[in-house]
């Protein structure tokens, strides 16, 4: 069976980095694969893009302009969500017609958003009798047009009235049609949707779009002989850190919102204030794109590490905290966590999203109220505090071995792709 992946890329963003690992897994598990994207950042020879010379590399730039561009005009020109909505209206401009998706018998799709699938192309591809699975990373597929809907409901009935839409009160809006022309493609009863998460999956269900569609969860897998705990002394000192409790947090880019921020803010200057005979005693290492104007009002003095993009730095940044704090507010089945948890290194989180199914509470870590800033303080000092720590630094791993390693995921995906090809 000819099976391919397709992303927009193979590293660029959590979804991409997701499905890089899948393919991995599947690779060294015997399945015959491979990836075609259109931003190539690896070396891997089964990984093929579609930017192969000068031409098709501008004409694909000029997609995603184009849909960013269309975007923004609905967005009345405010970028402040500029990412937080994709169209699906523009395609990359030879992803049809390129040898792989031709001949492929089962094309499992990724993140594909920002000018890499069209609905349109979707369409003729179904019309073609491709047999197609959608991976989903996040809640694009069951709304209009989010990614993430927040506290929004409207996905279940149809979506309108899209607070993205600079708060539209318009129940007939563009989000509601753009999820009408989803939800009116033909033979889309025949595609096969996989949810990284329960907790994804779950609430795909309850979505209009998908009342007669298939909806799996499968967890993305990692590679635990990468991700696992090295020297925490060496690790330290590759990051000049001292030997104080170091809290580790990362993000793509801290303001986001989604990303909760302001709640670990909050947390610590209420163990600043509430535990001062913790000021000497904790230390922040902080990953990501930082904002100087945020870090500055921080309590305890912290190292930033800028964007990480060597696997063994990243493992370097695990094995060095005491633990891993994502105050996020909507997540999936974050990278970062299974990461830190596979390196050995307990977490402390909100109890939302996919996260229950990551941290198990008192166990390998932490699952707090949600938005409740002092119950995450309380799991930050419950965790470097314990008189357990390292048990819990082992069932942080052994959660991991158990659950996303690579032979359990990989013969999970085999299995939907026999299905998807019947």
């Known amino acids: 069976m000819k099976i391919l992946l397709v992303s927009t890329s193979d590293r660029i963003g959590g979804a991409a980095i997701a499905c890089n690992r899948i393919f991995n897994a599947l690779k060294r598990n015997g399945t015959e694969v491979k990836m075609l994207v259109r931003d190539k950042v690896s070396n891997d020879p089964d990984i093929y893009t579609l930017n192969t010379n ?187 850190l001292t030997k104080k409790k170091v809290i580790l947090f990362g993000a793509a880019n801290i303001s986001d919102k989604r990303k909760g921020f302001e709640y670990l803010l909050s947390a610590l200057k209420y163990i600043h204030t509430k535990y001062p005979e913790y000021d000497n005693d904790i230390e922040l290492l902080i990953f990501g794109q930082g904002d100087k104007k945020i870090l500055s009002t921080l309590p305890y003095s912290y190292k930033m590490a800028g964007y990480i993009k060597s696997e063994k730095d990243i493992v370097n940044l695990y094995s060095a905290a005491d633990v891993f704090v994502t105050p996020s507010l909507e997540d999936n089945l974050p990278n970062t966590v299974m990461e830190a948890l596979s390196c050995s290194t307990p977490c402390v989180a909100f109890n939302t999203g996919g996260l229950p199914q990551l941290i198990d509470n008192d166990i390998n870590g932490y699952l707090a109220k949600y938005k409740d800033f002092t119950d995450f303080a309380k799991g930050i000092l419950k965790i470097v505090n314990s008189n357990d720590y390292d048990n819990l630094c082992h069932n942080a791993r052994a959660k991991v071995e158990e659950n996303f390693s690579e032979p359990v995921i990989a013969m999970k995906y085999n299995e939907i792709y026999r299905m998807a090809s019947i």
């Not at 699906?88 to 401009?93: C, H, R, V």
């Open 54 to 240: 000068i031409f098709w590399k501008f004409l694909n730039y000029m997609s995603f302009c184009l849909e960013r561009l269309c975007i923004l005009f609905k967005l009345k020109f405010k970028k402040q969500n500029l990412f937080q909505v994709s169209f699906d209206n523009i395609g990359a401009a030879n992803l049809l017609n390129h040898p792989l998706v031709r001949e492929a018998e089962v094309i499992n799709f990724h993140w594909t958003s920002q000018g890499m699938l069209s609905l349109k192309q979707l369409q003729k591809l179904m019309d073609a009798g491709k047999h197609i699975v959608f991976t989903m990373h996040d809640m694009h597929y069951f709304t209009g047009i989010c990614h993430y809907a927040r506290t929004c409901k409207n996905y279940e009935k149809g979506c309108g009235s899209c607070f993205f839409l600079n708060n539209s009160h318009n129940p007939e809006d563009f989000s509601k049609r753009w999820y009408t022309k989803k939800l009116n493609m033909e033979h889309r009863q025949n595609l096969i949707f996989v949810a990284c998460s329960n907790w994804l999956k779950d609430i795909a269900k309850t979505s209009a779009m998908f009342t007669k569609t298939q909806v799996i969860s499968i967890p993305n897998p990692i590679d635990t002989n990468i991700f696992k705990q090295t020297s925490k002394d060496a690790a330290r000192a590759k990051f000049g």
